[in-house]
Structure formats: C-alpha cells, structure tokens
C-alpha cells in the first residue's frame, strides 16, 4: 500500500468524522486517489464527477445557533475496516480499525481519532500504518490546537503540531510549531471540524444538496483544503442499524470531495462517503486509498451524557 495515498485518505476521514470528519486523519498528506467513491445506495450520476471541480460559492457568513451546535453528539464509535476492492493486483490484502472520541465540553470540543491499518502488497509486503489524531475546538469555532502523528512500520511519516484562529468571516492563521515554524493564511469562509460538520447537518435539515467550504483540520502542512460536498436522501433511517438511540434519528448519505487549494487543483485529492446521522455519529463509510478501497461499519458506540455547564457567578467590583 503507498504510504502517500493511505495517508491522504486517512486525512480525508479525520476531516470529516472529526467533527461528526472526520478526522481519520488523518490527515497528513495531500495526494489523488484514484478514482471517485460513490457512497453506497445512491445514483453514479449525482456523485460529483473526479474531472471537474464544482463552482460552488463558499460561504463567508456562516453564522449557527447553539442549538444547532449542541445537536453534535459526545460520542466514542470504533468502526472495522474491511477490504472492499483492489487495483492493478497490488494489495492482496488490507485490514484495520478506526477509533473515534469526541467531547463536548463547557469551553468546546475534544476531539480524537486513531486509524490502524495493516497491510500486504506485492511490492513492499506488510505495511503497518498508524495516524493518531487530536484537537480542542473552541466553542465558538475560532480556535483550534492540533496535532497529527503517522507512522509505517514504527517509522514517523509525518508530525504535525500547531493552533489556528478564525475572525469573524472566516478568515485567519494558522500556526504550526512542528515540523517546522511557520504561518499560513486561511481563506475567508474557512471552518473547523466541528463546525464543518454542524454545516453538513444545517445543509442537510434544510434541503439542500450540495454546499461547499474550505476546512482546516490539522492533519496537512499546506494549510486549509477546498470542500464540495453533496447530501442526498435526509430523512427516516432506513435501513436501521444494531444502535437503537441512532435509529430514531434523521439520517442522510453524505459525499465529500477535498480539493488542494496550493495550488489550485481541479481534480479532488481524495473523496470519502458515508451515512450521517441529526447527532453527527457517522457509519457505513467508504475510504478510497488509491490503489484499494476499504468500507467501515460501525461495531461499537457510546453516547456519554453532555457535561452540565454552569454560568460563571458576577464578581462584585472592590
């Protein structure tokens, strides 16, 4: 399995589940797949197509109210990945796990996301790749700490370390202290991953579908990705799954395709589908690593009670 694409694909969950993720984060390196994912149950035809890249207009006034905040879940899912199709008679096999935690707390989220998967391909026999993934996102989704760790066979890929901060209209920096120092602007309509994904559910109760915005995860060194994502199918979970609090919810298919913005690249780096759920617990993903795809099914879940959070008391002035 090339590192590089496994890499990028793993970026590509993390962005997604994070906040909902996304992250299989992933992330770590920007690189094309080989082709489209199509999440399953839906039409080719209203898939976006790999050659083109949509002219969707972000938006740069996204404004959320707490309740479509507070909508995301605490949730700790762990997903099996299986090996669904190879290419070119490379990989004879691929196996893995995806651990993803998310907290909401009284000062924002925690988030943490670990993909394991292991490997055996012709050329370089077994790969063993880890991506451990973390961030904090304020409450107000103007500032994100990162960090992002990938090995293969026990040797570090990638270290990525840093905070970002956002104005009013989405635009800001992003600071990384490792593996080198330095800043990188962020477009105006830029989200975080928790936001984001408060974005793919907000489109997705209103009707909409497709939206687009650019995302900054951590998980790459070249700064924020463009986004184009298309929802289709909101409404009653069907088919239901084997967690009874998720089958009352809405739920809908989501396609996301990520876009390089340096430079600008009218074919997607990678693409990853899934079925959402109102409460932003995901299943049935679909991961494309190039020369393999992979599906994961959710096995485990646990929805901790939110943290009760009180109002600070009023000092009195001396």
Known sequence: MPGHSARAASMAVASVLLGSVAALPLHMAHAQTAGAVVPSGTVTQSATPAETRPSVTPDTT???????????????????????????????????????????????????????????????GVEHLVSDYSTFESADGRNLIFRTMETSNGKLLQNLRGEATLRPDGSGTAHYEKPLAKTLMLPAGTLFPIQHTVSILDAARSGKTEISSPIFDGTSPDGAADTYITLLGWGN????TDFAALNTLQSG??????FSRTPPNMMPEYEIGMRYFANGVSDNLTLDFGDFRMKGTLHALDLPKPETCHAKPHQKKN
């Open 62 to 124: 996204h404004s959320f109210s707490e309740t479509d905040i507070n909508q995301i879940a605490s949730q700790r899912a762990e997903y099996d990945l299986t090996l669904t199709e190879a290419s070119g008679g490379k990989t004879l096999s691929a196996t893995g796990t995806m651990l993803y935690s998310v907290r909401h707390g009284c000062s924002g989220w925690s988030t943490q996301q670990r993909l394991d998967i292991q490997s055996v391909t012709r050329q370089n």
């Open 237 to 240: 979970t069907s088919p239901t």
């Open 253 to 258: 298919r989501v396609h996301v395709a990520f």
